[in-house]
């Protein structure tokens, strides 16, 4: 099976950052898309970023795109969220998340394996 493990949440004031990692056990992490997704009360899961498994090809929601670059570290099973000029509306739990397959996806559903989540809170 897959176990991720997210980490680097926290309160941030507004033009901040901060990076979050997610730590994935396994063997075969160079072979999986890697992706980010945001939840906040009452609302659905929001596809934040995506990286698919060689690296070569990003995806962003827009609200986030020019602010948040994903990345990864296959030799550390590692894949990263460096979120800057944090607002408010960036507010929620972020979980990691990995497809069974290499190529990303924007779609939160067709991400089988979640990491437990960390909250991200940004002050005005």
């Known amino acids: 099976q897959v176990r991720l493990v997210e980490s680097g949440g926290g309160l941030v004031p507004a033009g901040g950052s901060l990076r979050l990692s997610c730590e994935v056990s396994g063997r075969t992490f160079n072979e999986r898309a890697m992706g980010w997704l945001r939840h906040v009360p009452r609302k659905e899961p929001q596809f934040v970023a995506a990286l698919d498994s060689t690296g070569a090809v990003h995806a962003y929601a827009e609200s986030v795109n020019g602010r948040f670059i994903i990345s990864s570290d296959n030799a550390k099973n590692t894949a990263y969220l460096f979120m800057n000029s944090l607002k408010p509306e960036d507010t929620a739990v972020y979980y990691c998340?990995?497809?069974?397959?290499?190529?990303?996806?924007?779609?939160?559903?067709?991400?089988?394996?979640w990491g437990q989540g960390t909250q991200v809170t940004v002050s005005s």
């Open positions: 998340a990995a497809r069974r397959w290499g190529n990303l996806s924007r779609n939160p559903g067709d991400f089988g394996f």
